[in-house]
């Protein structure tokens, strides 16, 4: 049992469960089925983004311009699929995916080739998107009377019981998982993050796994930019706004590590669906937004303080370990 407890996931997952047990006391039916299905449908863009956040993270890496790139890529396929009513949707569903990937690829470059740090350059690339959102549009709106009706429904479009939003985001946590797991890429990321100078050592350029990390989280949040303004029905320059911080939370309370090299799918997905239940219940019982933000830096300071506690007990030196063992042998 002891065991058990010590796992982030299970321990993790409890408290889930255990919160949702507790809002149900304040709000009926919160722990029915047909709720829980619309917390998880509420947080699928949430997961998304933060899958794509894990990665950069895992690096030793950070990426505040994903809701930025949500936000220019939302507007550009929204806008195309205005002005331009006969695109397939599937074209523009794969616009996005690329124009996402791009914008993500900028900023592997520069963190890769010109070696700048990465909050610096997202930091940067966060406002300059967001220009480019404005830019792009002239400051209007894309409302729904403007799209087309095969561009919003897709996301709600229910199969076997579940929006298709939903299911989106059940194939990119098993395509995430898949590549850090069972791929060179995956054992790439975690080797760049969790000690750098073994990696180099292993003839892993971690420069170049930053910038496909990089990429690979622009082309999610990408795919977010049309899932956002297709579900909600919008589309303008401040979508998304400090959604790039809530990417972040999910991961640390879900065990990655800001310094890189820990963190597994599964505990992001947790992560992620702790805000979601926490955004759902407390306006449902009558907490302030103001609370409710309190609330989330409580949780987030808390999840930094147990992830360092936990890091330090592990330890996370390879290289010093070994060359002192070689050491001794050497003097005998």
Excluded at 137 to 145: L, Q
């Amino acid at each position: 049992m002891q065991r058990i407890f010590k796992n982030r996931e299970v321990l993790l997952a409890l408290i889930v469960a255990v919160m949702v047990a507790g809002f149900a006391t304040r709000a009926d039916g919160f722990a029915s089925a047909g709720n829980l299905a619309n917390i998880f449908n509420d947080t699928s863009i949430l997961i998304i983004l933060a899958l794509g956040q894990m990665t950069v993270i895992l690096t030793k890496s950070i990426d505040l311009s994903v809701a930025a790139n949500l936000a220019f890529t939302g507007m550009a396929v929204a806008m195309l699929d205005a002005g331009y009513p006969g695109l397939p949707l599937a074209l523009l569903i794969v616009l996005a995916v690329v124009i996402g990937a791009g914008l993500g690829a900028i900023n592997g470059f520069l963190v890769w080739l010109l070696q700048i740090p990465p909050i610096v350059v997202t930091l940067g690339t966060l406002t300059i998107y967001r220009g480019m959102a404005f830019v792009l549009s002239g400051g209007s709106w894309v409302n729904a009377h403007q799209m087309t009706p095969d561009f919003l429904n897709l996301p709600r479009l229910p199969v076997l019981g579940m929006p298709i939003l939903s299911w989106t985001a059940i194939a990119v946590v098993l395509l995430i998982w898949f590549m850090l797991t069972r791929t060179p890429f995956g054992r790439s990321t975690y080797a760049a993050g969790g000690n750098p100078t073994a990696a180099v050592y292993a003839g892993i350029d971690i420069g170049r796994a930053r910038f496909f990390a990089f990429v690979l989280s622009g082309a999610l949040a990408g795919l977010s930019g049309y899932l956002w303004v297709s579900r909600y029905a919008v589309a303008y320059v401040d979508i998304a706004a400090g959604f790039e911080l809530d990417s972040v939370a999910a991961n640390v309370i879900g065990g990655v590590s800001i310094a890189g090299g820990i963190g597994t799918v599964v505990g992001t997905v947790l992560g992620a669906l702790f805000l979601g239940v926490i955004k759902n219940a407390l306006p449902v019982i009558g907490v302030s937004p103001f609370a409710q933000m309190a609330i989330s830096g409580i949780v987030i300071v808390l999840a930094v303080v147990f992830n360092a506690r936990a890091e330090r007990k592990k330890g996370r030196i390879i290289l010093r370990d070994r060359a002192a063992k070689e050491t001794k042998e050497v003097t005998v």
